[in-house]
């Protein structure tokens, strides 16, 4: 009888092993998922049968308020259940329940975006664009907004994720805290469209102009220590342009960051300071390496940017190189470079002409199967295009497939286990406004936008989904969507990519009630309480690059009054 009951225990021991796998958290914490920003989820739950049968989560309600060209993000570990983290143009935070799409908490307080930007630009009105970053060890929340005010300033805010609620210290203005050899950073002309990156502890938030191109602007990456929000760093293009574009911001392979610049405004004398480049930064910011294209000049001159689109971080098992990093540029190729040599201006490790138009805005994904590792992005005139590096030494590129599918989305990923059945997502964003799902080996079809339900209204350029147990998420304006495959709970499997990062340290973060942005910003009906006393400056590393008194430029639209 003893026996018996050891069996039983062990069997019983042994099943609830197995299910714990089943019940392992999973958490969505920043754009694309991981810091390669490859765009890689893995989720059992989405077999091609699945996949081709995804409908819309009716009864997810997702009601938000304001235009949204964030990708949301999933938390899960809170006191009130899993979570969907959405941002708006409005400067508005949400939190929605990862099932019933209603709100555990927001915040509506945070100040009045600007009425638009500098040239005034394409987004109207100019709050919070780019993707927030969670730090899931101090469970922190941290995003850029612009908030009107004389003058227009961008701040950097820390929130509990849980509830909301402002830490400590937080919000760092970037007017009164970025500075850069001699160049002090200036909200009016600097527009924020990447996705933050958080790595080893320092947040990082990239910046460019406004479309138009318009006043002394430059590309900026801006660091804050999540655990000493005083402690402010900072690299900038020393040349005016540059900005940093992409939606995909900083790139990262847990120890370097990865930012592509886009046109400087120079003369054909002036040797590279800072535009159409990969630059790699390291902690702090400070400025590591860069490798230009030999025709950069001829980029500047056309306005042909290398930097429309963000850098993806790729590993290619038996190339030499096989650490690269890719970049897409305006002048339709595509870029791999050694991201541990990235040689300055310079040929790079391959190039291929990927496109038969412009590639801006949007970022690219990758992912590996078992026909080799495959890069795939969208391009301007609706075509999706996937190519596959070939392990050689140096590594080449090959088209593997491409399909029509109009639209200017970030595409994703999905596989089942890391390399079996891949999929590549993409929203019919300026045009149908539906998911669409192809293999990620051939192109064929598996989601081809379903029924009437599946469409969706107000998608915004250049956006990307997101997907955590069985459902992808997308924002929109005043709508978070949600959609699922017709199973149970699935069993996530943690991601896993070559450029895993290193963990990031846990601060102590210490809560406080309310805290509002350190500035003249005008705020909402909230009541106002006393802000955080404004950060110290540290002062910034001293750059590789010599720099240079600023030449003519060409001329570029007046801008408006400042507000």
Not at 97 to 121: F, K
Request: hydrophobic fraction near 35%; charge should be negative.
């Amino acid at each position: 009888m003893k026996r018996l009951i050891s069996s039983v225990s062990l069997i019983i021991i042994l099943l609830w092993t197995a299910l714990l796998p089943a019940r392992a958290q999973v958490n969505v914490t920043q754009e694309h998922n991981n810091l390669s920003r490859d765009g890689l989820y893995i989720d059992s739950a989405f077999t091609p049968s699945n996949a081709a049968n995804l409908t819309r989560d009716m009864t997810f309600d997702g009601t938000i308020s304001g235009h949204v060209y964030a990708q949301p993000l999933y938390i899960e570990g809170g006191p009130n259940g899993p979570m969907v983290i959405a941002v708006t143009e409005s400067n508005n935070v949400y939190a929605l329940h990862a099932d019933t799409g209603l709100p555990i908490w927001s915040r509506t307080d945070i100040g009045t975006p600007a009425p638009q930007g500098a040239c005034p630009g394409n987004i109207i009105p100019v709050g919070i664009t780019g993707t927030p970053v969670v730090d899931l060890g101090s469970r922190s929340l941290f995003f850029d907004a612009v908030i009107n005010g004389n003058p227009v300033k961008h701040f950097i805010f820390s929130l509990n994720v849980d509830t909301g609620v402002t830490h400590a210290g937080w919000p760092v203005d970037v007017d009164a805290t970025a500075h850069y050899n001699g160049i002090t950073f200036d909200s009016f002309v600097q527009e924020e469209r990447g996705a933050l990156a958080l790595v080893n502890g320092i947040v990082y938030v990239s910046y460019s102009g406004y479309v138009g191109d318009c006043d002394n602007y430059h590309g900026w990456v801006v660091g804050v220590e999540i655990n000493n929000p005083s402690n402010v760093m900072a690299w900038a293009t020393d040349a005016v342009g540059g900005g940093i574009w992409g939606h995909g911001g900083v790139a990262s392979d847990g120890t370097n960051m990865f930012v592509v610049t886009g046109n400087t405004f120079t003369t054909d004398q002036q040797p590279w300071s800072g535009g159409e480049a990969i630059v790699r930064l390291q902690a702090g910011p400070t400025f590591s390496q860069f490798w230009a294209p030999l025709n950069w000049h001829n980029l500047d001159d056309t306005d042909t940017d290398l930097g429309g689109c963000s850098a993806t971080i790729i590993d290619v098992p038996g190339a030499n190189p096989s650490q690269l990093v890719l970049a897409l540029g305006k002048d339709h190729n595509a870029y791999l470079l050694d991201r541990n040599n990235l040689g300055g201006v310079t040929t790079p490790v391959a190039t291929m002409n990927v496109s038969s138009s412009t590639l801006r805005g949007t970022s690219s994904v990758a992912y590996q199967t078992g026909e080799g590792t495959h890069f795939a992005f969208h391009n301007e005139s609706g075509e999706l295009r996937s190519y596959i590096i070939n392990a050689t030494s140096p590594p080449t590129i090959a088209l593997a497939w491409n399909v029509n599918d109009g639209g200017r989305s970030s595409p994703w990923v999905t596989t089942i286990d890391g390399t079996n059945n891949a999929i590549v997502w993409v929203a019919g964003i300026e045009d149908d406004q539906r998911l669409h799902g192809y293999n990620g080996d051939t192109g064929a079809t598996i989601f081809a936008g379903g029924g009437p339900n599946e469409q969706m209204t107000g998608t915004r350029q250049w956006n990307t989904g997101m997907v955590a147990r069985g459902r992808i998420y997308f924002g929109a304006d005043n709508k978070v969507y949600a959609f699922k495959v017709p199973t149970g709970t699935p069993t996530p499997t943690p991601t896993a990519t070559p450029a895993t990062p290193t963990p990031t340290p846990t601060p102590t973060v210490t809560p406080t009630p309310t805290a509002t942005p350190i500035s003249t910003a005008t705020p909402t009906s909230t009541p106002t309480p006393t802000a955080s006393p404004s950060p110290s400056m540290t002062p910034t590393a001293t750059p590789r690059v010599t720099p240079r008194p600023h030449p003519t430029r060409r001329p570029r639209p007046t801008p408006p009054p400042r507000p």
